[in-house]
């Protein structure tokens, strides 16, 4: 009768460990992040500015993570379609983008019916650097300042015009927040991109324009164009001698292209930090860095909580400005 009676338990007891060893002994740990290729997203045509960035980082970057960055270019729809690809990707750290202001900001203060939202479909990874516009003019042009500039404007108003990479854009933006400010009237010329509106100005098609310092520093060292203002806060490291707008009298002026890097919402912690950390040795590694400098960007990373600040900041001062310059929504 005993043994009849201890046997259930002690057979219980059996199928009972031989099931937590499945469970805990038996089962592999959960691979660490990343242990595929990660892909990083670029929403404009290749050899851009952007794109650029992006390849200077894909090799630092694959090192330091132990897997291969992958890049994949999605242009469109002045870079909505690729954004609007990353907010839609799964929240595991394998599908990133890299991207300016211009699909945080200057999107959503121009267009109504976007794919994603600036401030609730991303995280931040880290902010890269920035590239301030600078505000160009053709050698001709009878101003060598932003003040002589602005009183040649008001003494002949809708006279004058300037170039920009097409509506919509920073370059159109900084044009229109430049008329706010300074009171003046000067036409707007949209180009299909920055390159025919740099042909223009050098050849005196246009007197002015708004254009980054990646494409503004070489014409500008060949004296093909002059420099009359950057439209940052603080002037370029890269070109000291050259005044801001705001320090010429406009001082909440600002228009300065920055450079991100994101992820779709929802990002496990551990790997938005393992991701900002990579990021961040890589922008700061010195040849890395120097590489970055090389192709006109400002380089200074920002943790990734950057980001959010940065679009909280900016995107109700562009909608003012929109506004104030009357220019309809899309």
């Known amino acids: 009768m005993m043994k009849k009676y201890l046997r259930p338990p002690l057979l219980g007891l059996s199928v009972l ?6 469970v805990l002994g038996n089962t592999p ?3 660490a992040f990343p242990d595929k290729p990660v892909t990083l997203v670029v929403p404009y045509p290749a050899g851009g500015a952007t794109d650029t960035v992006a390849r200077k980082l894909q090799e630092p970057l694959s090192k330091i993570l132990g897997q291969t960055v992958l890049i994949d270019n999605k242009p469109g ?7 609007a690809i990353v907010a839609r990707a799964a929240a595991d750290g394998y599908t990133l983008l890299i991207s300016s202001n211009t699909t945080f900001t200057v999107n959503p203060a121009l267009k109504n019916n976007l794919q994603y939202d600036a401030q609730k479909s ?3 990874i880290g902010v890269v650097g920035t590239s301030p516009l600078v505000l160009l003019a053709n050698p001709k042009l009878a101003a060598n300042s932003v003040i002589e500039l602005v009183a040649l404007a008001k003494k002949e ?6 170039g920009s990479f097409g509506n919509g854009t920073t370059s159109h933006l900084a044009g229109e927040m430049f008329k706010v400010m300074a009171g003046i009237d000067i ?10 509106a740099m042909t223009d100005l050098i050849g005196g098609q246009i007197p002015l324009t708004f254009d980054t310092n990646v494409a503004a520093m070489p014409v500008i060292a060949s004296g093909k164009v002059k420099a009359l203002g950057i439209a940052s806060k603080t002037r370029s490291p890269q070109m000291p001698d050259i005044p801001t707008i705001a320090e010429s009298g406009y001082p909440d002026f600002e228009m300065v292209p920055w450079v991100v890097i994101v992820a779709p919402s929802g990002l496990p912690a551990e790997v938005q930090r393992k991701l900002s950390s990579a990021l961040e040795t890589a922008v700061k590694e010195p040849t890395v860095k120097a590489e970055l ?3 006109g960007l400002d380089v200074n990373f920002e943790p990734g909580t950057s980001y ?13 400005y929109v506004e104030q310059a009357n220019i309809q929504p899309e």
């Open 157 to 162: 108003p809708g006279k004058l015009s300037y």
């Open 187 to 196: 036409v707007h010329v949209p180009y299909k991109g920055s390159a025919p």
């Open 17 to 22: 460990l031989t099931s937590l060893s499945a």
């Open 77 to 83: 729809a002045g870079t909505a379609i690729g954004a």
């Open 293 to 295: 400098q090389k192709v």
């Open 308 to 320: 959010a600040t940065r679009v909280a900041k900016e995107l109700p001062l562009l909608r003012m």
């Open 122 to 124: 991303f995280e931040g």
């Open 29 to 31: 740990a959960a691979a």
